[in-house]
């Protein structure tokens, strides 16, 4: 069974930063494109980053490619986000997702994925 845990999130200021954990059982992350995806109330789910399996040549959105950062270790089987510099329009519930045979031009879209997590809510306060 394929278990996908998020974490770290929370309720923080403009400007600050958090860092989200996604702790996977059941697959192996260096074997899977893993990815991050949010989802403000009444908006469809959208594409903040991806890691390609196999590599660590990360994909961002432009928007906010200057303020977060995904990364992984292996060893842990553990994705993470780190979001700096944090806005309001942040907020939203954040998932991870493996997606086991994506091509690059696949990632961005959500029904790709093969598994996802049950999210963890971020809000920025002004």
């Known amino acids: 069974q394929v278990l996908l845990v998020e974490s770290g999130g929370g309720l923080v200021q403009v400007g600050d930063s958090l860092r989200l954990s996604c702790v996977a059982s059941?697959?192996?992350?260096?074997?899977?494109?893993m990815a991050w995806f949010r989802q403000a109330p009444g908006k469809e789910r959208e594409f903040v980053a991806a890691l390609r399996r196999n590599t660590n040549t990360p994909n961002y959105v432009d928007s906010m490619r200057d303020r977060f950062t995904i990364s992984r270790d292996n060893a842990k089987n553990t994705l993470y986000l780190q979001m700096n510099s944090l806005q309001p329009e942040d907020t939203a519930a954040y998932y991870c997702?493996?997606?086991?045979?994506?091509?690059?031009?696949?990632?961005?879209?959500?029904?790709?994925?093969?598994?996802w997590g049950q999210g963890t809510q971020v809000t920025v306060s002004s």
């Open positions: 997702a493996a997606g086991k045979n994506l091509i690059l031009s696949s990632i961005r879209t959500p029904r790709h994925y093969d598994y």
């Open positions: 059941g697959l192996t992350l260096r074997d899977y494109t």
